[in-house]
């Protein structure tokens, strides 16, 4: 019912900054919660950052202060600015959508990867 494509992924060095995109089409519910999440080998998938429909958004220790979640509501995309990244940033990243009070509502982009290393 939901599709997630994202882009921005790439290498980049260590206190530089990049931008990760997640555009949802498909059956779309006003009340969801998009985010990203992020996985490396041999780790569980964490959570980084979510933001509500309603604008709530919530971060993981490890990237407050760093990056910024954003939505852009009229083209169904969320945004993920990084800024500072540091090589533990590096990983999977996997854009989330999940809607409230919707039974079965919890779809993932394929990933983007982003690396930081110099």
């Known amino acids: 019912q939901v599709q997630l494509v994202e882009s921005g992924g790439g290498l980049v060095q260590p ?35 979510t933001i509500t429909s309603g604008g709530t958004t919530n971060y993981a220790d490890s990237v407050k202060g760093r990056f910024t979640i954003s939505r852009d509501y009229a083209k169904n995309t969320v945004l993920l600015q990084m800024n500072s990244l540091k090589p533990e ?5 996997y854009c989330n959508y999940n809607a409230l009070l919707r039974p079965g509502s919890n779809y993932w982009g394929q990933g983007t990867q982003v690396t930081v290393s110099s």
Do not use: H
């Open 89 to 93: 940033d590096t990983a999977v990243y």
């Open 15 to 49: 206190g530089g900054s990049l931008r990760l995109s997640c555009t949802a089409s498909g059956t779309i519910f006003s009340l969801n919660t998009m985010g990203w999440y992020r996985q490396t080998p041999g780790k569980q998938r964490e959570l980084v950052a």
